[in-house]
């Protein structure tokens, strides 16, 4: 879609583009009431799936802790318009540790139960593990010494072994979670299921590039510690769900070729291996 022409019943107006990727693009309209909303155009490409799973998980959940989904036809949705105040700005404002208590407090909510039943085409975790499982058995075939090849293992000892099953996010950061009149709420849903440390896990490796950051086993060790009293889960679990986590994201780059943001990501992924050799 390269002009701005949405579904008539939609009643919207005064499109601005204020955001184009890979796999869409992002208008704000204004509603008939006059209120601002948001159009998410989907293009054609690989991953739609996790769009339209996406589009599903903020059915089910009903505006609690995310936006609404107000329509949705064809690959348009219509959107809660969330704000316009990233958990990246709060974070350069008032400090790592505030923003990733918010985060924390937004996560809960995500898992707090709903009366509807869940979305029926959820990925499982496992399917979304495959790129790591495919470049863990290529350097084990290879013998070649990876961090893959023992990320691979944990994780497959984690999905195994989930300690609950829960409807997730996907892809929880720091740029999914915006400030508008209803609070702090995310955007941008995978629509998965498994262990809910998944979702912490991302949060680790947030805001992209802030290695001062995400390096800091002090930070390390607060987020560990502070998603697994939320979790109900011991600190050193959280911690291999994030190196598993970490893995996975470096294996999507290796795919791509993407040298830069593999050996970011698994920059991070020995700091985080170093503080979970202390718990």
Not at 234 to 244: C, E, K, S, T, V
Request: aromatic share 8%; net charge negative; glycine share 6%.
């Amino acid at each position: 879609m390269d002009q701005a022409v949405f579904p008539a019943r939609w009643n919207v107006t005064d499109p601005q583009l204020i955001a184009e990727t890979f796999s869409s693009r992002i208008w704000k309209v204004r509603r008939a009431d006059g209120t601002p909303a948001v159009v998410k155009a989907l293009k054609p490409f690989d991953d739609v799936a996790d769009e339209i799973r996406g589009a599903h998980y903020l059915s089910w959940r009903g505006g609690m802790g995310a936006v609404r989904l107000l329509g949705f036809e064809g690959h348009d949705m219509l959107l809660e318009y969330a704000g316009d105040r990233l958990l990246t700005d709060e974070l350069n404002e008032h400090g790592d540790r505030h923003a990733t208590d918010i985060a924390n407090e937004v996560m809960a909510r995500l898992l707090s139960p709903s009366d509807t039943p869940p979305p029926a085409d959820l990925q499982p975790l496992r399917e979304r593990y495959a790129s790591l499982f495919k470049k863990a058995k290529a350097d084990l075939d290879a013998a070649a010494g990876s961090p893959y090849v023992e990320a691979a293992t944990i994780a497959e000892r984690l999905l195994s072994n989930p300690h609950e099953l829960h409807v997730l996010h996907g892809d929880l950061h720091h740029d999914n979670i915006l400030l508008g009149e209803r609070g702090w709420l995310v955007i941008d849903p995978k629509g998965l299921i498994g262990d809910p440390a998944f979702d912490a896990a991302n949060l680790f490796y947030n805001p992209l590039y802030r290695h001062d950051l995400s390096l800091d086993p002090e930070r390390v060790a607060y987020m560990a510690e502070t998603f697994a009293r939320t979790l109900g889960q011991r600190p050193d679990a959280i911690l291999d769900h994030a190196i598993a986590w970490g893995c996975l994201s470096a294996s999507w780059h290796a795919e791509d070729n993407n040298a830069e943001d593999e050996q970011s990501e698994l920059a991070v992924v020995e700091a985080i291996r170093k503080v979970r050799s202390s718990f």
